[in-house]
Structures are given as structure tokens and as C-alpha cells.
């Protein structure tokens, strides 16, 4: 063991070489102390910014389906120019990967992780509670008809969730 330590002793003192050895632990306390930096003070923020992003999701997918349902509309013939307005009951919902363990008579189940997130397996789009349409043919009752009836078709939803109303 002696000898060992005499040959290290041996290769500090050799030059450059306790430069070098003084460098990589400095580079080695260095990056200790940066990997805790980012460690919990910011998870709030993370929460934050997700959540702000799937507002945003539902956001765009709303107005999406606002301005396909105006295109297809103002082809209808009789109603004119319309704008649309709906609401949605929820947002983004994300379905989780599943691994479930059977041992004898208990079944266990557990989400799968990956990168320290669950795998989401996938993503159901916020369900259409109502629509609010105002047309220039509003004020008749037959292109009412043909509104409501394509509206609800389109979106997924009764007609007693629809509001049909003439342009001013």
C-alpha cells in the first residue's frame, strides 16, 4: 500500500500534473453544486406554465372548431355571415400508461414513468357544453332549422344547447 501512495506521491509532484489534478476537482465541486440549483425552487413555476398551456390548448382548440363551424355556416344557404361562440365543460383530460400486476388474489396497478413524467398513452379533447350562433338569416325560422340541426351534428350536442339568434 506504501508503495502505491509513494508513486502517487511521485506523479503530483511531476509538473502540470497537480495543476491539472487541482482543475478537475475544482470542474467536479463546480458542477456539484450547479446540479442543486434548479432542484425544487421551481416547481411551482413548472405547475404554472402547464397549466397556462393547456388553457391555451383548450383556447385554440375552442377557436377552432368556432371557425370550422362558421365556415360551414355561412354555406348554408340563407344564413349569411355568422359568428360563433362556445363553451366547453372541460379541459384537456390525459390518459396515463397503465402497468398492472396480477400476485395470486391481489391486482396491482401502476403508472408508467418515463424521464420522471407518466407516459401518456393519450389525450381526450374538451367536451362541447353549448353554442351560442348569431346569423344575418337568423330571424327565419326554416335556416334556424337547418342551423341548429348542422350545429348540433357538428359539435356533438342536443339542440337545447344551442342559441340561435338573427345579426343585428
Given at each position: 500500500?506504501?508503495?502505491k501512495?509513494?508513486e ?135 335556416v ?25
Amino acid at each position: 500500500m506504501i508503495p502505491k501512495i509513494e508513486e502517487l506521491k511521485k506523479l503530483l509532484m511531476k509538473k502540470g500534473t497537480l495543476t491539472a489534478a487541482a482543475v478537475i476537482g475544482l470542474a467536479g465541486m463546480l458542477m456539484i453544486m450547479l446540479s442543486g440549483i434548479g432542484d425544487g425552487s421551481n416547481k411551482g413555476q413548472t405547475a404554472e406554465l402547464s397549466q397556462n398551456s393547456s388553457l391555451s390548448d383548450s383556447d385554440a382548440y375552442r377557436q377552432q372548431l368556432e371557425e370550422q363551424l362558421e365556415q360551414v355556416l355561412s354555406q348554408i344557404k340563407g344564413v349569411g355571415r355568422a359568428d360563433v361562440m362556445i363553451t366547453l365543460s372541460s379541459s384537456e383530460e390525459y390518459i396515463y400508461a397503465e402497468e398492472s400486476t396480477v400476485s395470486g388474489d391481489k391486482r396491482q396497478t401502476e403508472y408508467v414513468i418515463a424521464d420522471n413524467e407518466g407516459l401518456i398513452r393519450g389525450v381526450n379533447t374538451p367536451s362541447v357544453s353549448g353554442a351560442v350562433i348569431v346569423c344575418e338569416g337568423g330571424g327565419n325560422t326554416q335556416v334556424c332549422e337547418k342551423v341548429y340541426k348542422a350545429a348540433s351534428v357538428v359539435l356533438g350536442i342536443p339542440t337545447n344547447r344551442i342559441c340561435v339568434a338573427k345579426m343585428k
